[in-house]
Every structure is written in C-alpha cells, then in structure tokens.
C-alpha cells in the first residue's frame, strides 16, 4: 500500500515545519518544555498515521523511538531520552490555538504541495485547477449550551487537498464567510465550484472581477425562482454534448450535457458574468431497484469557447464528490462524527489535522486512506518523509 506513495525524497517533498512555525504560541513562556512547532509535529505524523483523538495523538507519541521524537524537535530530559506531550499537554494547547493561523499554515501548506502536483501531473486538455467551496458540521462538538461547530472549506477537485478553512459558526452564515475563504488564495484562471447557497451577486462579482476566477454554481430546488427559469430553457431543441456512463456500487449511471449560451441577467435573477446554462441529465439504475431520473441545473461564467461539456459535466460531479472524497474520509476513517472534543479551538484543530493527513496523502497519490494510515501504524517513520521532515541537527539539542 505505501509503495503507491511512490518517492518520498527530501527534494520532492515541502518540508511542514517553517509552515507551522508560523502559528503564535498560545501559552506562557514561563514553564514551556515543548516547543509549539515540536507538539503541532507529533499530532501532525500521528494524525497521517490515523490517529482520531488527543488520546491517540499522545499514544503516537509514547511509541515513538528516541530518534523519532528527536526528529520532531522532543527536547531531551536526563541522561538523554525523549519523553513525548501527554494528552492533558496537547489537548490544552491544542484548545488554546489560533485556529485560523493553523489553518492558514496548513492551508499553505498544501497549496505549495498540490500546485507542484498539479503542474507536472495535470492533463493536458485540463488546464485550470478546480476548487470546490463546501461546508461540514463538526456533530460532536455541540453541547446543551453550544451549537455544533460548522466549517467553511476551500477543496481542489484533483487530488483532494483543503487548502483554506474557516469557522462559521452556523451553518446560515457561511455566505458571509466566502470572501474571506478565498481571499489568500490565488485564484487567476481557477474554477471555483459552489452550490446555489453562495450564489450572491456580491460574491461572485469579486471572485470574477477581483479574483480573477471563473465560476460554475450549481443551482438546486432551494433557490426555486432560479431552478425554475434554468428549467424553462429550450433544452428539447438542444442536441446531447456529451455523455457518460459507468457502473459502480451496485449501480449503472448515465449522464447527458446540453449548454445554453445566456445573457448576464437570466430572466431578472442576477449571475454576473455568466456565460452559459448547464443542463446534466442522469440517469440510475441500482440493482434489483427501478431506474431513476433527474436534471440537475448549473450556471457558469466561462464560455463556450474556453471550455468543455466533458469539462462542466466533471467539475460538476466532482463537487458533489467532494462529499465521499473528503468528508466521508473524515466522518469514517477518522470518526469525525464520532468525536465528542468541544472545548476551545480544539474540534477545529482536530479537523485541521485530519485534512492535513487526507490532503498529504491524496497528493502523493494514495487512493485508500484507511489502508494508508493503518500500514504507517506499523512504520511510523514513514511520516517524516511523507510531512518532508528530514533529519536537522538543529532538532537534536537539549
């Protein structure tokens, strides 16, 4: 499983630490043993290891070699062991975090590493990268008095990696919370994907015109007035663009696109700089279960000429992919779901950990997670390469 990785050389592979060194220190000076950079290290190789808890970070670290933890900047105690952060240790920090520095600093992170992928890696016949905005609720961290948390992330379609992350608090304020998601990210010539909750003239004005970027948004049956006037385009007289099959879990699916080339203003709902209607008719066939049929309406503002049916028919799948291809790994492998942290920044500290090692993992092509985490139990080693952490001497000192 890990031989899928392939090459995990210093020279490929961004070394994490001068990302996460730039994370403020939450605690007093006075009594600090462990270095910020050295605790973020341990719970970073433990989560790429599957680590799901605090506790499990500290377990990592209890089975680590003396080198191992030198490796991660353990400061040495007497006669020259290592002792790694206790659980009490890093759920405190962890707590205490600048959430969104962490985020930032991951978030960086795996940018540098998917646009060094991307550009050797990626097809010719797609040339721009597509990020999908999507949001998840954190279940175990709401309490009585609390509500759950909520997460506003930015995802690349290829490769799965979450490159920028946001709290929103509740899930009804995760417009507002669009611009300051995309904002550090350079955005020129990129896709962005999102459903018929973002898709605020605002928003899209300054992703466009501001960013640069182009957009395809995806309009479901909670904005009627808009899924009905897409609706209401003579689709009959359109012939079929492309189309799709495959069979896969216990299912056949067909998809056919039609576009539809349209003003700026589609019948008084405002899409600026919108360019085309998109139509996908799919259809499902699961076993033993009768067919089903549905349309499924998208707006975007590239033209015909700088795209494909081929094209919006996948961005648009993979946005909705992004639910398997992130969450499910989150909820599933990392029992996200299952997770009852609540105090302080520590849910989302744990949600950023868990999209560091998915999003690591993805790049470097692992196509099973779970399989990959539960092999790098077993050689933990194998996590240095795989964050770019090399030997330093200058993280062997007292």
């Known amino acids: 499983m890990l031989e899928k990785l392939g090459p995990l050389d210093a020279d490929r592979i961004a070394d994490l630490r001068p990302y996460l060194e730039s994370v403020p220190d939450p605690r007093s000076r006075r009594g600090r043993w462990y270095s910020l950079t050295a605790i973020l290290l341990v719970c970073a190789c433990a989560a790429v290891c599957g680590a799901k808890s605090i506790d499990e970070l500290a377990e990592f670290g209890e089975r680590a070699t003396n080198s191992l933890l030198a490796s991660l900047g ?14 009490v240790t890093l759920g405190r920090v962890l707590q205490a975090l600048d959430g969104d520095a962490l985020d930032q600093a991951v978030g960086a992170y795996l940018a540098d590493r998917h646009r060094i992928t991307a550009s050797a890696d990626m097809p010719e016949t797609r040339s721009r990268q597509v990020i999908a905005v999507d949001g998840k609720s954190l279940k175990g961290s709401a309490r009585l008095d609390t509500p759950r948390r909520h997460l506003l992330s930015a995802v690349t379609h290829d ?46 004005t300054w992703l466009v015109e501001t960013k640069k970027a182009h957009y395809i948004a995806v309009i479901k049956t909670n904005q009627p007035t808009a899924h009905a006037q897409l609706a209401a385009l003579p689709w009959t007289s359109i012939k079929v663009q492309h189309t799709a099959a495959a069979t896969a879990h216990g299912r056949r699916e067909s998809r056919s696109v039609k576009t539809c080339a349209i003003a700026d203003n589609l019948g008084g709902i405002a899409f600026p700089h919108a360019h085309l209607a998109i139509r996908v008719h799919r259809r499902r066939k699961p076993t033993g279960r009768p067919e089903t049929r549905e349309n499924v309406y998208a707006v975007t503002s590239l033209a015909a000429h700088q795209t494909r049916p081929a094209d919006l028919a996948a961005a648009i799948r993979e946005h909705w992919g992004i639910e398997n291809s992130s969450h499910y790994i989150r909820d599933v492998t990392f029992a996200e779901d299952a997770s009852t942290i609540h105090t302080g920044t520590a849910p989302r500290a744990m949600a950023t950990l868990r999209n560091l090692a998915i999003g690591t993992l993805k790049i470097l092509g692992a196509d099973n997670i779970a399989k990959t985490t539960r092999a790098l139990r077993h050689e933990p080693e194998r996590a240095l390469a795989i964050l770019g952490i090399t030997n330093n001497p200058n993280t062997h000192g007292t």
């Open 159 to 204: 490769r799965v990696a979450t490159i920028a992350q946001v709290e929103v608090g509740a899930k009804t304020n995760e417009v507002r919370h669009f611009k300051p998601l995309l904002a550090p990210l350079d955005l020129a010539d990129t896709v962005v994907t999102f459903d018929a909750l973002h898709s605020v003239k605002a928003n899209i």
């Open 74 to 87: 353990i400061r040495r105690h007497l006669l020259g062991w290592r002792r790694s952060p206790k659980p």
